[in-house]
């Protein structure tokens, strides 16, 4: 599986971006998409994810902010955020698992896309 984002940006404290991740190849064995981000200094953390049926988990500190959509026909999924705040600032990653009948998931990832976040 190949994933390429898109739509990160800089955008004022208070303000909304959606980043976008596009799937191509074995999309029919994901399983599980999402999206962590690694900001300056420290460790790459999860930001949430969605299942293949449409469940979802977030981190607290996005929690009520971020939405996780994903289009299954498209094989795309969302990360839509609202009131951005100075320490959202960070490189978003998407990743999908996929399942080849190995009994575990094989993790792909995106190139990832910057979003700054301006005080």
């Known amino acids: 599986v190949q994933l390429v984002e898109s739509g990160g940006g800089l955008v004022q404290a208070g303000g909304s971006l959606t980043l976008s991740c596009a799937a191509s190849?074995?999309?029919?064995?994901?399983?599980?998409m999402g999206w962590y981000r690694q900001a300056p200094g420290k460790q790459r953390e999860l930001v949430g994810a969605?299942?293949?049926?449409?469940?979802?988990n977030y981190v607290d500190s996005v929690k009520g902010r971020f939405t996780i959509s994903r289009d299954v026909a498209k094989n795309t999924v969302y990360l839509q955020m609202n009131s951005l705040k100075f320490e959202d600032t960070a490189v978003y990653y998407c990743?999908?698992?996929?399942?080849?009948?190995?009994?575990?998931?094989?993790?792909?990832w995106g190139q990832g896309t910057q979003v700054t976040v301006s005080s």
């Open positions: 990743y999908a698992d996929t399942y080849y009948g190995l009994g575990y998931p094989v993790r792909s």
């Open positions: 969605i299942t293949s049926g449409g469940s979802t």
């Open positions: 190849g074995s999309t029919f064995n994901i399983n599980v």
